[in-house]
């Protein structure tokens, strides 16, 4: 090939690359004079889950030892993974914990493990926890900060209807769970809040509750935990129904238990249908299939301020897909278009927690489930819990759907906003302006922002590896979590956000009244 040929090629390959990128100019604007909602300052949740490893779907058995049963719980990764959110919150729940014992004092007399069962709830049996595994867990939360809630098997005492197998009709028996709390106390364990039964709300899962029976319910586990944590101050907050979104058995649900009883209003959301849905891939980057859900969480917060005003809304389990999410898509970087939008999107709708389902386990863990190492989403997440404070900002563009947009007053100073770009081949050139007079020349100069770029190793959006600022972020030598540093720019340029990217910016000399 002689010279010319060579330049030839040389000028039509930039030219091809150039007309396979381009940039879009648009203003963001953010409104600091009022915040729209606000989160709990730990916002960020993840799951444990009771899966054993023989939890298979779709000739696939992606749980391996990640349960609660027997994860490693002194894996040096997993420590470290939780201790760096300082705190982080942790949910043990699940399918399956409706079906567990807590082997405690005299009952049960018998405790096996949660074995497979045609028959069974989901196919498995009644289980055990132990309370020597009851301290391993407890160690390990001791360790790292983490704060628990703990969900409680709800089915105790109840029997199966005669006209419908999937109702469970009585009362509930609360005397396992009173054994369970006392030998808490006794340990002098923290608990940071109870829930009852999981998914049993309206039509349930595998089973379900009437919504006035559940509703007694709670009240006497409200009852309880008051007897069993006399003062206030360290007292445990009560959590219900941790089921999917129903108004009508919501409502009956909350006038049944009446006002100051329920402290966090849980739903579950699986808003991706089943994990081996091959259009999944798609759906991770369609912002109008993502926008689908935004009606629910505003009626679930609707409800609550109507009904009980003191439960804030909590998303207090969601894994996107079910059945152990995507195996291609629901550990890698892709899979953060929807979990940090979802974590933007329910923030607006006055939700307090998000607990992701899981912290390890499934396609779907925060981290691998067999050699531990945090996946994309784990970055994302404690980027938002270092980054996004409590008050949250309106945010609107007029420019391509592709852009999701959201702010909070920072953690620290200022204003951080988060800016997912879903689009294949724009970038966008961001100017961020307030409300006060809409010119971003408001941002004084003297503070330098700082901007967390993060994109997928070799462009390849179902990568499992996460780069910061162009650099993969890997566990240092002794299994720490990196240091997560901005790259700092002149406040007075653009954002720039390329193509299927995500990027925080924090603006600290951003006009914001809500944030003072």
């Known amino acids: 090939m002689d010279s010319r040929t060579r330049l030839f090629c040389l ?5 091809s690359c150039f007309c396979l990128s381009k940039a879009d100019e648009l203003k963001v604007m953010v409104k600091g004079v009022t915040s729209i909602a606000k989160t709990d300052d730990n916002f960020i949740c993840a799951t444990l889950d009771w899966w054993p490893e ?3 779907d779709y000739n696939q058995c992606p749980w391996g030892k990640a349960g609660i049963l027997n994860l490693d719980l002194k894996n040096k990764i997993l420590t470290n993974a939780v201790k760096a959110f300082n705190p982080l919150r942790i949910r043990i729940g699940g399918s399956l914990q409706d079906q567990v014992y807590y082997k405690v004092g005299k009952f049960p007399k018998q405790c096996s493990n949660l074995e497979k069962k045609s028959d069974g709830l989901f196919g498995f049996a009644e289980g055990c926890l132990h309370m020597n595994r009851w301290d391993e867990l407890h160690d390990l939360f001791n360790k790292t900060g983490a704060a628990l809630t703990f969900s409680l098997n709800a089915l105790l005492g109840r029997i199966q209807s005669d006209e419908d197998d999937t109702l469970w009709e009585g009362d509930w028996n609360q005397y396992n769970a009173k054994s369970l709390m006392k030998y808490t106390v006794k340990k002098g364990y923290k608990i940071d809040s109870y829930e009852l039964g999981n998914e049993l709300c309206a039509g349930g899962v595998a089973a379900k509750i ?3 029976q559940y509703g007694k319910d709670v009240k006497k586990l409200k009852k309880l935990v008051t007897h069993m944590y006399p003062d206030p101050a360290s007292r445990p907050k009560i959590l219900a129904p941790g089921g999917f979104y129903d108004e009508e058995w919501f409502k009956i649900f909350l006038q049944t238990t009446g006002p100051d009883v329920v402290d966090g209003l849980t739903h579950h959301i699986y808003n991706f249908g089943a994990g081996v ?4 891939i798609n759906k991770l980057q369609d912002p109008f299939y993502l926008s689908q859900i935004a009606q629910t969480f505003n009626d679930v917060s609707n409800t609550a301020k109507l009904f009980s005003p003191s439960s804030g809304p909590w998303v207090g389990e969601s894994g996107g897909a079910y059945n152990s999410g995507g195996k291609t898509t629901s550990h890698t970087f892709v899979n953060g278009f ?3 939008d979802q974590l933007g999107m329910t923030s607006t709708f006055n939700h307090k927690v998000y607990c992701r389902q899981s912290l390890i386990g499934g396609n779907y863990g925060l981290l691998n489930t067999t050699s531990f190492i945090p996946n994309p989403d784990y970055y994302g997440a404690l980027l938002w819990h270092k980054l996004m404070g409590k008050n949250v900002l309106s945010t609107t563009h007029e420019g391509s759907p592709y852009l999701r947009t959201y702010a909070h007053c920072s953690k620290t100073s200022g204003v951080t906003v988060l800016l997912i770009n879903m689009d294949k081949s724009t970038t966008f050139e961001v100017s961020v302006v307030d409300d006060l007079n809409m010119y971003p020349s408001r941002i004084e100069p003297i503070h330098q ?3 967390y770029h993060l994109t997928p190793k070799d462009g390849n959006i179902q990568s499992d590896v996460l780069l910061l600022n ?6 240092t030598a002794s299994f720490d979590i990196p240091e997560m540093n901005p ?3 002149d406040p007075t340029l653009p954002i720039s956000v390329a193509p299927r990217s995500i990027v925080f910016a924090t603006l600290r000399g951003f006009q914001a009244p809500a944030c003072a």
Request: charged share 25%; hydrophobic share 45%.
């Open 449 to 451: 922002r700082e901007e």
């Open 210 to 212: 009437k919504a006035q």
């Open 54 to 56: 023989n939890k298979c």
């Open 487 to 489: 790259q700092l720019v």
């Open 470 to 475: 162009g650099t993969p972020l890997k566990l």
């Open 11 to 15: 000028v039509l390959l930039v030219f």
């Open 277 to 280: 849905d091959p259009t999944l």
């Open 338 to 340: 929807w979990y940090l």
